[in-house]
């Protein structure tokens, strides 16, 4: 008998191998977005906003630097132990999982980002994990998720790819198929072979209207970048959603 594998990105997110292969992200960037985000969408301090998929919570310490009132919710265990260092009164962490969130009519704004949604198999869930995000919110409460451009990604032609970091080869196939794009990743460490996988679902525009409809949202803006600029399904390098909570 096989041992079950736990879903994909139970497994991969709650590894050391995701924070090593990712550890070059751009913080700056990210924090450059926020300063942007907070500008546009200019919440009181007194608002409470959530971190929806926040591993070690990078924006959730960001954004309560800045006097927000923030939770910040991730299902890898490893990356809120993490986090949790940094909480404080109004910072807190807590493991839970997207498709079932321990809230109700909690806070203003909503926050999914650098790609933490489309992991799912099907649109009930995807479906599902929208109404968890409504349902959380207060009214008017405003959700914003940042995407990847789908249309991008199926213009790239990078589909193997081999890095070394902090000693470790990786081995990175990327593929498209049925809608998504599926990465493993394969490398050596103490001795033993290990394999993961990356799995997004290729949603589109068109797909997240759906799902902001059907889950009593009205979509109110779509960038395409970090730096806020309207989106172009072509060109763009993100694919951002904002919607605001209607009922
Ligand atoms: C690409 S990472 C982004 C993390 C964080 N937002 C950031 O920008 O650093 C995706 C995150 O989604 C989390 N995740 C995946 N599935 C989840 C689920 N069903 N519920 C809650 N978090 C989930 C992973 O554990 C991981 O931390």
């Known amino acids: 008998m096989g041992m079950e594998r ?3 990105f139970a497994e991969w997110f709650d590894s050391k191998y995701y924070h090593i ?4 992200r751009n913080h700056q960037e990210a924090e450059a977005f926020l300063s942007k985000l907070i500008s546009f969408l200019k919440p009181n301090l007194s608002d409470t906003i959530i971190d929806l998929a926040c591993g070690k919570g990078r924006h959730s310490i960001f954004l309560n630097k800045l006097g927000y009132n923030v939770t910040g919710i991730d299902l890898s265990a490893n990356s809120i ?3 949790s260092i940094f909480a404080n009164d109004n ?3 807590e493991i839970a999982d997207l498709r079932n969130l321990p809230y109700n009519n909690a806070f203003e704004i909503g926050l999914n980002l650098f790609t ?3 992991y799912f198999e099907s649109d009930e869930v995807n479906m599902e ?3 968890q995000f409504n349902k959380i919110l207060k009214p008017n409460g405003i959700i914003l998720v940042d995407f990847l451009n789908a ?4 213009t790239q032609t990078k589909f193997v790819e081999s890095k070394v970091i902090e000693g470790i080869h990786f081995q990175i196939n990327k593929k498209i198929e049925n809608k998504r794009v599926i990465k493993t990743i394969e490398f050596n460490d103490n001795g033993s072979r290990n394999f993961y996988i990356e799995s997004v679902q290729l949603l589109e525009l068109s797909d997240f209207e759906k799902l902001i409809e059907h889950s009593d949202f009205n979509l109110l803006h779509v960038f395409g970048n970090y730096n806020l600029e309207p989106y172009n399904q072509e060109s763009s390098d993100r694919l951002i959603i904002v919607a605001k909570k209607t009922a």
């Open 116 to 118: 933490s949604f489309g």
């Open 151 to 154: 249309s991008k990604v199926y």
């Open 81 to 83: 132990n993490e986090a």
């Open 6 to 8: 736990k879903e994909w």
């Open 129 to 131: 994990v929208f109404s």
């Open 91 to 93: 910072l807190k962490f």
């Open 21 to 24: 292969l990712y550890k070059n």
